[in-house]
């Protein structure tokens, strides 16, 4: 954790959301390290059996000042609003199943994540992002202001399938496919083979806010800050 603090600081950013969280039950701590001036605040939500699963939002100590309330939905689903002078923002972290998870489990996450997104008050700008294992595929047909035109080429699976239904449904617009980059500057993650490389993690904003949106893409050389076969997604928001 002190190391992704470090990154937070490197590169300025203000929240950061997690996966695999692995931590029991819920809470919040303080992260220090000695090169930070400033320490960091973890949020988090797990599980209260096994180490496993959980989700969690790093803050930056100008973001925990913001911080307006959070609520930890379950292990795969957290939730935090922030209030600035400029903007109302809530976002949400979440871990969804992956394809060989039991129906049952798919239709919980989204179901608690629909819920979820309609409680956001009306006016804040949304952002939900997090690993939703899902390939969107390239077809745009009826997804024009859903999914844009910088896809992975990766068929769509049915993963993908329910997160543009989840779009759609909820006016969010997929920001990773909206910006022209290097594959090894949009694929998020890479296969234990080493060579596959896939786009699994997005960052999903309310289309009222998309033009406030400058740039979503991974930053590689972040890598030596975190042990992961996920890169490290940034966003930029004016």
């Known amino acids: ?3 992704l603090a470090q990154t937070l600081d490197k590169y300025n950013i203000s929240v950061c959301g997690l996966t695999e969280v692995r931590r029991l039950n819920s809470g919040s701590v303080i ?42 939905i379950s292990p795969r689903v957290i939730r935090a609003r922030f209030i600035t002078p400029k903007a109302r923002l809530t976002i949400i972290c979440i871990y969804a199943p992956t394809l060989a998870s039991p129906q049952q489990d798919h239709d919980d996450f989204y179901d608690t994540l629909d819920a979820e997104i309609a409680r956001i008050p009306a006016h804040d700008m949304s ?9 969107t595929g390239t077809a745009r047909d009826s997804f024009e ?8 080429p990766s068929p769509r699976n049915e993963s993908g399938r329910r997160l543009l239904d989840l779009c759609q449904r909820n006016r969010l617009v997929i920001t ?21 490389r896939q786009l699994l993690d997005y960052i999903l904003v309310n289309k009222r806010f998309r033009s406030s949106v400058l740039d979503t893409r991974v930053r ?11 890169e490290l997604v940034m966003c930029k928001v004016r």
């Open 145 to 152: 202001t859903v999914l844009g035109p910088f896809c992975h």
């Open 31 to 72: 992260v220090a390290h000695p090169d930070l001036i400033h320490p960091s605040t973890l949020l988090w939500s797990g599980r209260s059996d096994v180490h496993h699963h959980g989700v969690g939002l790093l803050l930056s100590s100008h973001a925990k000042k913001c911080l307006s309330d959070w609520s930890p």
């Open 1 to 3: 954790l002190s190391l």
């Open 220 to 230: 590689r050389n972040a890598r030596s800050f975190i042990d992961s076969d996920h």
């Open 176 to 196: 990773n496919t909206f910006f022209r980059h290097r594959p090894i500057h949009r694929d998020t993650y890479t296969a234990p083979d080493g060579h596959h």
């Open 127 to 135: 952002i939900v992002l997090g690993d939703f294992n899902a390939h």
